[in-house]
């Protein structure tokens, strides 16, 4: 869909399949499914039917929420024992035991009396939280409730560790590696180390106190349990690293790293969670984040010998199937050709049907984001709701749907203190995603591994005169990247304004282009487009010869550094082929549709 013309411009084509249920703003709506797509300039339709029906059984948004304390968090991802005994009955029970026995199995917990333990150690004392998670398979039916006995982290002194933290693959890096196997047509596959931190001992003394219905299970399982019984409690004193204690991911970190040296990895200099090794002619990528590894390579009996290979140093591991998986709750999917869909329709069906969303918009912008908000602040029930779903959104928005980056990054200010209107707004967002749920991010597979930068700034847009800047990154036809910020200095002029987002979209493009080196991926000098050609002109002059421009701070002349070394390619591109535009305004159609079509185009495998 981005095709560059003669002119180094991008050609903008409109994208929507026959199925996908998206309408222009003069539709009368979806008569098959006799559901209503509201036009997304009716001002009339900001207004929600009753606030009223965010509380108790009442009704909300056409359906009815219980209670919806129980929608904190959204999904349903994670439960307590109240919520699953209610919702799973004896699969309860069933689950809890599976977890106990894993523990028991690989000496996670010792039982102690409480009068052994040190005067000392009896103040750091930390709780067992047990909770339930509802796993789904990829096609969104449910698989299985797992439960997991964690650590009381939060109870735990972090002073007392100087550097606790675990690296985790990060988000370019996944998008990096994952064009670069389209672009080259490479195999995939994944891999879960189950109970992946109760591989590793504890590096420190941590005791800990079980009680309730989890006490009990463990009795039920292991006799030897019931003589350290209190009638409530039973004390324990952790042998192996459970999920929850401070140090736990970095020892898992440090074991799994050590055991992929040993197998002859090598670890990025740019991401500590990309492993590279050269074999059978082509390299392979390894990308950690915690337990779930993925692997690239274009031998699939390249990638079965190097998984049993790591998976023979753990007790139990499971395996995807090759190039159609589930990897950090994201659907991934590779065609014949190398394409690769990448797309969250089961986390957004999912918080749909949480909310009971059935009213459809064809974009989740209006003029509400330009105006300023009186209206009266929500009660705090609403406001944990709003900021639960807020944190599941931008979730969203950084992985598969970017083009509602702009609208979260903006709601996101507001979750210690959201009004009636910045509700609506995040109401408006859900429709919009009920309308496109069969969206997401495409690799195309014969392409190549080229930087392409979208740069952007509105000047003033911001309800207190601040400006505010967009990058959005592609490889391959998908977006790697996108940032919707205010920006970090308040500028006088539109010229000023471009040239600060350019400053930190040259920045993220030279990170990138470097981050592709260090994992041996072949790419070219990263090409920027910016839609200012004065801005363009000032950076390739690397200074103002006008009285107008002088204030603008030199360090933004930088960018005309790296663009003279031969770092980065700067062009221009018209505002109607400038795909960050809708990362700095609420964008209305035919724009928002014509670009939101490009960088988050309907996905035919869901």
């Given at each position: 869909n981005n095709e560059i013309n003669s002119n180094n411009e991008i050609d903008i084509h409109d994208k929507n399949s026959d199925n996908e249920l998206v309408h222009d703003d003069d539709d009368e709506g979806n008569k098959e499914t006799n559901e209503e797509v509201l036009d997304n300039n009716n001002e009339n339709d900001l207004e929600i039917d009753n606030y009223e029906h965010l509380s108790g059984d009442k009704k909300y948004d056409g359906g009815v929420i219980d209670n919806y304390h129980n929608v904190n968090p959204l999904v349903a991802v994670q439960l307590n024992f109240k919520e699953a005994n209610k919702k799973y009955g004896n699969q309860v029970d069933e689950s809890?035991?599976?977890?106990?026995?894993?523990?028991?199995?690989?000496?996670?917990?010792?039982?102690?009396?409480?009068?052994?333990?040190?005067?000392?150690?009896?103040?750091?004392?930390?709780?067992?939280?047990?909770?339930?998670?509802?796993?789904?398979?990829?096609?969104?039916?449910?698989?299985?409730?797992?439960?997991?006995?964690?650590?009381?982290?939060?109870?735990?002194?972090?002073?007392?560790?100087?550097?606790?933290?675990?690296p985790t693959l990060s988000q370019d890096s996944l998008m990096i590696l994952l064009a670069n196997a389209a672009t080259n047509n490479y195999n995939m596959r994944t891999l879960d180390v189950e109970g992946a931190y109760l591989e590793c001992d504890m590096d420190e003394i941590v005791y800990m106190k079980i009680s309730g219905k989890t006490a009990e299970r463990f009795i039920q399982l292991d006799d030897s349990y019931k003589n350290y019984y209190n009638g409530k409690n039973i004390y324990v004193k952790l042998n192996k690293a459970l999920?929850?204690?401070?140090?736990?991911?970095?020892?898992?970190?440090?074991?799994?790293?050590?055991?992929?040296?040993?197998?002859?990895?090598?670890?990025?200099?740019?991401?500590?969670?990309?492993?590279?090794?050269?074999?059978?002619?082509?390299?392979?990528?390894i990308g950690v984040h915690s337990d779930d590894l993925i692997f690239i390579h274009p031998n699939k009996d390249t990638i079965n010998m190097e998984m049993k290979n790591i998976g023979k140093e753990f007790n139990n591991y499971k395996s995807s199937s090759f190039n159609k998986f589930k990897h950090l709750g994201i659907n991934i999917y590779k065609y014949t050709n190398g394409d690769i869909e990448m797309n969250s329709y089961n986390y957004i069906k999912d918080m749909c049907n949480e909310l009971n969303i059935t009213k459809r918009l064809t974009s989740p912008n209006n003029s509400s984001y330009n105006i300023v908000d009186t209206t009266d602040a929500v009660d705090e029930d609403k406001r944990v709701l709003y900021h639960s779903i807020i944190c599941k959104l931008l979730f969203l928005s950084k992985r598969t749907r970017p083009d509602i980056l702009f609208n979260i990054s903006v709601l996101a200010k507001f979750v210690n203190n959201c009004t009636e209107m910045r509700l609506n707004q995040m109401i408006r967002v859900m429709r919009y995603l009920y309308n496109t749920m069969n969206r997401g991010i495409i690799f195309y597979g014969n392409s190549n591994n080229d930087i392409i930068v979208y740069s952007d700034a509105s000047h003033l847009r911001e309800i207190d005169a601040m400006g505010r800047g967009g990058v959005l990154v592609t490889i391959a036809g998908g977006v790697v990247m996108a940032k919707s910020k205010r920006l970090s200095i308040r500028t006088r002029s539109a010229t000023e304004s471009e040239l600060v987002a350019l400053e930190?979209?040259?920045?993220?493009?030279?990170?990138?282009?470097?981050?592709?080196?260090?994992?041996?991926?072949?790419?070219?000098?990263?090409?920027?487009?910016t839609d200012s050609e004065t801005a363009l002109q000032l950076v390739k002059n690397g200074k103002s010869n006008d009285t107008s421009t002088k204030h603008i701070l030199n360090k933004f002349y930088l960018i005309s550094d790296e663009l003279q070394n031969g770092n980065i390619n700067i062009q221009w591109c018209s505002t109607n082929n400038m795909l960050a535009d809708i990362l700095t305004k609420a964008a209305m159609n035919p724009q928002f549709k014509n670009i939101s079509n490009i960088i988050t185009p309907t996905i035919n495998n869901n």
């Amino acid at each position: 869909n981005n095709e560059i013309n003669s002119n180094n411009e991008i050609d903008i084509h409109d994208k929507n399949s026959d199925n996908e249920l998206v309408h222009d703003d003069d539709d009368e709506g979806n008569k098959e499914t006799n559901e209503e797509v509201l036009d997304n300039n009716n001002e009339n339709d900001l207004e929600i039917d009753n606030y009223e029906h965010l509380s108790g059984d009442k009704k909300y948004d056409g359906g009815v929420i219980d209670n919806y304390h129980n929608v904190n968090p959204l999904v349903a991802v994670q439960l307590n024992f109240k919520e699953a005994n209610k919702k799973y009955g004896n699969q309860v029970d069933e689950s809890l035991d599976k977890e106990i026995s894993q523990l028991l199995s690989k000496n996670v917990t010792i039982p102690v009396h409480y009068n052994n333990i040190p005067y000392n150690m009896r103040d750091k004392i930390i709780l067992c939280i047990t909770n339930y998670k509802e796993k789904y398979h990829q096609d969104g039916s449910f698989e299985k409730l797992k439960a997991r006995v964690c650590a009381a982290g939060n109870h735990m002194d972090k002073n007392l560790y100087e550097d606790p933290y675990s690296p985790t693959l990060s988000q370019d890096s996944l998008m990096i590696l994952l064009a670069n196997a389209a672009t080259n047509n490479y195999n995939m596959r994944t891999l879960d180390v189950e109970g992946a931190y109760l591989e590793c001992d504890m590096d420190e003394i941590v005791y800990m106190k079980i009680s309730g219905k989890t006490a009990e299970r463990f009795i039920q399982l292991d006799d030897s349990y019931k003589n350290y019984y209190n009638g409530k409690n039973i004390y324990v004193k952790l042998n192996k690293a459970l999920y929850g204690c401070i140090s736990s991911g970095k020892l898992w970190y440090i074991k799994l790293k050590g055991i992929l040296i040993k197998n002859g990895y090598e670890t990025s200099t740019h991401d500590a969670c990309v492993f590279i090794k050269y074999i059978d002619n082509n390299y392979i990528w390894i990308g950690v984040h915690s337990d779930d590894l993925i692997f690239i390579h274009p031998n699939k009996d390249t990638i079965n010998m190097e998984m049993k290979n790591i998976g023979k140093e753990f007790n139990n591991y499971k395996s995807s199937s090759f190039n159609k998986f589930k990897h950090l709750g994201i659907n991934i999917y590779k065609y014949t050709n190398g394409d690769i869909e990448m797309n969250s329709y089961n986390y957004i069906k999912d918080m749909c049907n949480e909310l009971n969303i059935t009213k459809r918009l064809t974009s989740p912008n209006n003029s509400s984001y330009n105006i300023v908000d009186t209206t009266d602040a929500v009660d705090e029930d609403k406001r944990v709701l709003y900021h639960s779903i807020i944190c599941k959104l931008l979730f969203l928005s950084k992985r598969t749907r970017p083009d509602i980056l702009f609208n979260i990054s903006v709601l996101a200010k507001f979750v210690n203190n959201c009004t009636e209107m910045r509700l609506n707004q995040m109401i408006r967002v859900m429709r919009y995603l009920y309308n496109t749920m069969n969206r997401g991010i495409i690799f195309y597979g014969n392409s190549n591994n080229d930087i392409i930068v979208y740069s952007d700034a509105s000047h003033l847009r911001e309800i207190d005169a601040m400006g505010r800047g967009g990058v959005l990154v592609t490889i391959a036809g998908g977006v790697v990247m996108a940032k919707s910020k205010r920006l970090s200095i308040r500028t006088r002029s539109a010229t000023e304004s471009e040239l600060v987002a350019l400053e930190a979209a040259s920045h993220e493009a030279i990170v990138l282009f470097s981050k592709s080196l260090s994992f041996y991926i072949n790419t070219n000098i990263p090409i920027i487009y910016t839609d200012s050609e004065t801005a363009l002109q000032l950076v390739k002059n690397g200074k103002s010869n006008d009285t107008s421009t002088k204030h603008i701070l030199n360090k933004f002349y930088l960018i005309s550094d790296e663009l003279q070394n031969g770092n980065i390619n700067i062009q221009w591109c018209s505002t109607n082929n400038m795909l960050a535009d809708i990362l700095t305004k609420a964008a209305m159609n035919p724009q928002f549709k014509n670009i939101s079509n490009i960088i988050t185009p309907t996905i035919n495998n869901n």
